[in-house]
């Protein structure tokens, strides 16, 4: 397969789009039109070559601090009840773990890291499901 230039695939665009009119406004429109059919084109493209990577993705691929502290907490006392981050991250009694988001996310990273078996799908499951809202 040959890649086409930049010209060569707007001309090839344009064809296919049968454009007659010589109006100088008209042209600009169909121009306008053909390069974001190419831009398209090239998204996809690259959509599809990326596609395998994504399949094969790890814990690790996830942007950890981006999760909302409901569903690390919901998530982390699901899979880890003993774990002292996840229960007393909303008590003020325990001033380590209050509202300490940096401590969560990286505490709730490394055990999704370490997780193994059924947990750690599930995990990547759950993580799959909020990410992609």
Request: no cysteine; charged share 30%.
């Amino acid at each position: 397969m040959t890649v086409l230039t930049k010209t060569e695939s707007l001309d090839k665009v344009l064809a296919e789009m049968n454009m007659r009119s010589k109006k100088k406004r008209a042209r600009k429109k169909f121009i306008k039109q053909a390069m974001q059919q190419l831009e398209t084109e090239k998204d996809t493209a690259a959509v599809k070559a990326e596609a395998p990577l994504a399949e094969t993705k790890t814990a690790t691929a996830y942007a950890y601090h981006k999760l909302p502290v409901g569903f690390m907490i919901k998530t982390g006392k699901q899979h880890f009840p003993e774990e002292a981050v996840f229960r007393f991250y909303y008590n003020q009694n325990h001033p380590e773990e209050y509202k300490n988001k940096d401590l969560l996310t990286e505490r709730f990273q490394t055990l999704v890291e370490a997780a193994s078996g059924s947990t750690k799908t599930s995990l990547i499951e759950a993580l799959d499901q909020q990410t992609s809202k």
